[in-house]
């Protein structure tokens, strides 16, 4: 039997025409969306548009001609913007992973990345594990569900040019500083993540607007860091009131997931019966193409050859000594280990201590700081006794982070220790 409900305020209901669905998994094989009218220029935000059910209950909502798009949590997916040589620009979905594969913890091989549209040198990108993507395609198929466009929620946030959003739930905040930048993370590390986020950008945000319910205000304002306070714009909205609008006003910056491998497939079957002549004509002319590019590969063949022989010899000139298997792979590897990769493990690490000295009890957190020349966090802790300093650092090295305690001393009836983390 399927459980479900609909919410629906006010009196009447109003009949939508609905040509988008915005929808996230909420465990157990439901769902929760958001019907947006196709005939509205700006969505309403009313709970007449939001829905919760089971996979069977979301099917029937998708109608002919209506898109659905599911919105992928922000732990589960890293938004980032990658610089790119000219060189690279037509092999870019090749050359991405392997020259993040020196920044990534995880193996390039189980990740898959999908790519923005590049401008300049720049492109952005959305990385999420392969795995987590072939469970969420898997389930809906059970369902008989198949997405039109998968995204992270972080690209369906508002935001403007020079201005910062953070979207408040319960047991979790979402930010937007950028474009393709932000992150999700835990309320009581928020404070600390928003200092390091202001040390790492040049100028304030002219405007912080924070999404969240009027209870909710004044812890929020606790927590924000006093520089930022200033420009805070406070907006009353729930998550799929913020995620409706965002998507339906910036829909332009989404990066949609279902790229490559698993790139949505087309309904064969069903275009075969109507287009079964001009498939017969096509496949002709597919072979008299196939035919002329042949002959254009041996070609290219020949001229690729003597390119890799003067990329060798070019590389040579740079390095004369050692092993050379991959030059252009081996040189980009020695120019990204010149510039360093601490802005880019800064919030990783942040995310992987905050955890572990919550779940410790007798805990408190006295100071920290970050040296980015040295790409390491000092910290100072308070503990009700000298195991506990031990089990922290002993889960920061389970962690795969390298952590040294660089001073202790008695402090009453506790421990005060120093500890010095790198990733």
């Known amino acids: 039997m399927s459980h479900y409900y609909r919410v629906i305020s006010g009196k009447s ?16 094989g439901n769902f929760e969306w958001y019907e947006i009218d196709g005939s509205q220029p700006d969505p309403t935000g009313d709970d007449a548009s939001f829905f919760t059910g089971d996979g069977e209950y979301l099917r029937e909502k998708i109608a002919d001609g209506v898109r659905l798009v599911m919105l992928l949590a922000a732990e589960d997916v890293v938004v980032k913007t990658v610089v790119f040589d000219n060189h ?192 017969v004509l096509l496949i002709a002319v597919v072979i008299i193409q196939m035919g002329v590019r042949y002959t254009q590969l041996v070609v290219l063949d020949d001229r690729n050859i003597a390119l890799r022989a003067a990329i060798e010899k070019q590389y040579r000139q740079a390095v004369p000594k050692g092993a050379l298997m991959d030059p252009e792979r081996q040189l980009r590897r020695k120019v990204n280990a010149l510039k360093g990769s601490a802005s880019s493990n800064l919030m990783s690490m942040l995310v992987q201590i905050g955890p572990v000295l919550k779940a410790t009890d007798g805990i408190s957190l006295q100071s920290l700081n970050y040296n980015e020349k040295q790409s390491e966090f000092r910290i100072t802790i308070l503990a009700s006794g000298f195991d506990d300093v031990e089990t922290v650092r002993a889960n920061l090295e389970n962690l795969g982070l390298t952590a040294e305690l660089t001073g202790s001393n008695a402090d009453g009836n506790s421990t005060r220790a120093r500890l010095r983390i790198r990733g």
Not at 13 to 28: D, F, H, K, M
Not at 108 to 116: E, P, Y
Not at 152 to 175: F, M, N
Not at 201 to 209: A, M
Request: charged content about 25%.
């Open 88 to 279: 690279e620009r037509k092999l870019l979905h090749q050359t991405i992973p392997y020259s993040l594969e020196d920044d990534s913890v995880d193996d390039v091989d189980g990740l898959h990345f999908s790519l923005g549209s590049a401008e300049a040198n720049t492109v952005p990108l959305a990385i999420v594990s392969k795995k987590i993507l072939e469970r969420i395609i898997f389930e809906l198929k059970s369902d008989g569900i198949e997405a039109d466009q998968l995204e992270s929620e972080l690209h369906a946030i508002p935001i403007d040019a020079g201005s910062w959003s953070i979207v408040v739930e319960d047991r979790r905040w979402l930010v937007r500083s950028g474009n393709h930048e932000g992150f999700s993370l835990q309320p009581t590390i928020a404070g600390q993540a928003l200092e390091i986020l202001l040390e790492s950008n040049d100028e304030l945000p002219q405007h912080l607007t924070i999404y969240c319910q009027p209870e909710q205000q004044s812890e929020v304002l606790s927590i924000i860091p006093e520089r930022l306070q200033s420009a805070i714009d406070w907006k009353i909205a729930n998550y799929w009131q913020v995620m409706s609008k965002g998507h339906t006003n910036h829909q332009k910056n989404a990066i949609n997931l279902l790229q490559g491998q698993f790139a949505a497939k087309l309904p064969w079957k069903k275009w075969w019966q109507s287009w079964r002549t001009v498939a």
């Open 13 to 28: 209901e109003r009949i939508n025409v609905v040509s988008t669905i915005l929808a996230r998994q909420c465990g157990n």
